[in-house]
């Protein structure tokens, strides 16, 4: 499942990452309204679910924002937009209308004035932490600005949560650098939503300054800086911060840790060192070790230690012997979702021909600069049976690119694209994306299962670890 919305104008579209059968436009549904007193998430996926022909096809939605239609005389006496000038003196049960799911009216209401209790503002984070909408985020802080509760501690961690969850870390920061008091959850929250965005370095400085500050780190802590050291590539610090656990705050390293060592060393590139590391463990190395250090080789493509690590945890753990393996039943495949936001009311569409023909002539024409830009198809991550042809072709199709090429074609130049995917990008398709964002001159964002990947002129902020 993927989301794709466009940062600061919006516009959503769905459409099949075969985009094989004509789909008509249906009517509008709010994203918002569920039937379910508690606004159960897994409704909410289950209305953007797309029932494909085929069971086995990945699909893609993508739902459009549209600007407030002129309001017409039938209007519900309810609306938030009734003729009453004085909104902000009419008496609203928001958590009412939240509990009923019109989360679309409730911020409506907010948005002219109302008042709006402790309650309702949580339960709003808590909703759009799962909905994942930046834009929404926006209009849910700009109201909490003008409320009582601007210095609310709980409401504010919250804030952060979502704005980093959304991979704007930027305005995750401004929050923070305004809060009187900070936990020290929040720190860790920050550190890791650096890391997670690319951005470790500013992640350590975070921790430097928190240091200065009086507070003391305890072990979770170090868990996020040294993700920040491995997002920075930072080895030596990740060295001397291992060191400094022990030696100055007398904490002694548990398995994350060494872990987090490890993936300081092996996005590095530090193979051999990783490796002298895990034999210096003060425990036997478990399973888990040796897998990240073999992941590393891979990535790094050192086939001898590659297959040397194959072996050894074939012999320490049995059951990762493929010969061992009793064929899996098939699994279903989830559709994935592709979103582009706009302002105040969400459209859904399904693809018509018209979109299925642009889609897939912008994305031919980039396969076209791809491959003049040197790009070459990496055919490991097709794991079907088919021929060579057969598998580059189907590598130039995933739903993400689909996403990127449908948001190239419906947005004005240099428009941030913001991709959300509940799997992991394959390498492929990371080696792409990196070439498209130098040749559209975009900034491309895509979250998957591990972290957002700012694709930015040809780089990518994870440093090509994924």
């Known amino acids: 499942m993927a989301s794709l919305s466009l940062q600061g104008i919006g516009n959503f579209i769905p459409f099949s990452s075969q985009l094989k059968p004509p789909i008509t436009t249906k009517h509008p549904l709010n994203l918002y309204q569920t039937t379910s007193p508690v606004l159960n998430h897994t409704r909410f996926k289950l209305q953007c679910t797309h029932a494909a022909s085929n069971a086995n096809e990945s699909s893609t939605r993508v739902y459009r924002r549209y600007r407030p239609r002129p309001k017409t005389n039938d209007q519900n006496q309810n609306s938030p937009s009734s003729k009453n000038p004085a909104t902000s003196d009419i008496n609203v049960d928001l958590m009412g209308l939240y509990k009923e799911g019109k989360v679309k009216e409730v911020l409506e209401y907010m948005g002219q004035g109302v008042s709006a209790d402790y309650g309702v503002f949580s339960a709003l984070l808590d909703f759009f932490g799962e909905v994942r909408s930046l834009e929404d985020t926006k209009r849910v802080h700009g109201c909490l600005r003008r409320s009582p ?32 008091e900070r936990s020290m959850n929040l720190w860790h929250l920050m550190i890791n939503g650096y890391a997670a965005n690319g951005q470790g370095n500013d992640g350590l400085l975070l921790f430097d300054k928190m240091t200065k500050g009086g507070l003391r780190p305890d072990k979770e802590t170090f868990q996020a800086v040294f993700a920040a050291c491995a997002s920075a590539v930072a080895v030596k610090e990740g060295l001397m911060h291992f060191k400094s656990m022990k030696d100055e705050y007398g904490i002694f390293p548990e398995i994350e840790h060494y872990l987090g060592i490890i993936d300081v060393y092996g996005r590095a590139g530090h193979l051999n060192e990783a490796e002298e590391f895990i034999q210096q463990m003060p425990f036997e190395p478990m399973v888990e070790v040796w897998e990240a250090l073999r992941n590393f080789a891979r990535i790094h493509g050192d086939i001898d230690l590659e ?137 491309l964002i895509v979250r998957d299962n591990k972290r957002f990947h700012h694709f930015k002129e040809g780089k990518c902020s994870c440093g090509d670890y994924w």
Do not use: W
């Open 307 to 443: 297959d040397r690590l194959e072996e050894l945890l074939v012999d320490n753990d049995p059951s990762k012997s493929t010969d061992n393996k009793l064929p899996a039943p098939p699994r279903k495949k989830h559709p994935a979702t592709n979103m582009i936001e706009e302002k105040n009311r969400v459209f859904e569409y399904r693809c018509t021909i018209p979109y299925k023909e642009e889609a897939y002539g912008k994305l031919k024409g980039l396969n076209g600069q791809l491959r003049e830009a040197g790009y070459v198809p990496d055919t490991r991550y097709v794991l079907h049976d088919i021929d060579q042809e057969a598998k580059e072709q189907a590598l130039q199709y995933h739903s993400e690119r689909l996403a990127i090429a449908y948001g190239l074609i419906s947005t004005p130049a240099r428009t941030t694209l913001r991709i959300m995917k509940n799997l992991r990008i394959c390498g492929d398709c990371h080696n792409a994306i990196k070439i498209m964002s130098k040749i559209v001159g975009r900034e």
């Open 149 to 180: 509760f601007i210095s609310d501690s709980q409401l504010n961690n919250k804030l952060i949560d979502l704005y980093v969850k959304c991979g704007s870390i930027r305005d995750a920061r401004k929050v923070f650098d305004k809060m009187p």
